[in-house]
């Protein structure tokens, strides 16, 4: 993972700032711990990037949220039904299952994306600490 660092895809897959990308913008790892799943820092503790940009700024993450939702739903029929070939109910199953298990990944997913729209990987910050 490290040839990625200083990439806007190393911040969005791992989570960290996107300024510097050394510390983890939510204070729990484990997405799965379902009542913690949005609990992020205010700020960065390296590089002092607040997160929360704006009020409401993370509504933006559900449109963003949606298209990675239809990508996973895509993905789940296409294994299923054209790899797999089951029936169109049971690709429906298996689309609403990968919907359920990965709900809380693609919730991150779709901020990580959001706020790096808008920050970027600044190298003179990375060095801050």
């Not at 895809?9 to 949005?38: D, F, R, W």
């Not at 993370?58 to 239809?70: D, E, K, P, Q």
């Not at 990508?71 to 609403?96: H, N, P, Y």
């Not at 970027?120 to 910050?125: L, Q, R, V, W």
Request: proline share 3%; charged share 15%.
């Amino acid at each position: 993972m490290s040839i990625l660092k200083g990439t806007k895809i190393y911040s969005i897959i791992t989570g960290t700032c996107p300024v510097c990308q050394e510390e983890s913008m939510y204070k729990y790892a484990n997405p799965y711990h379902l009542s913690k799943v949005y609990t992020m820092h205010d700020r960065c503790s390296n590089c002092g990037t607040k997160y929360k940009i704006e009020p409401s700024f993370f509504y933006g993450a559900m449109y963003v949220s949606y298209g990675l939702g239809i990508a996973f739903s895509v993905a789940a029929f296409v294994i299923s039904f054209l790899i797999l070939g089951t029936d169109l109910i049971t690709s429906f199953i298996c689309i609403v299952v990968t919907l359920i298990v990965f709900m809380p990944i693609i919730m991150r997913l779709s901020r990580n994306i959001w706020i790096n729209i808008f920050l970027s990987y600044n190298k003179e910050n990375a060095k801050a600490n």
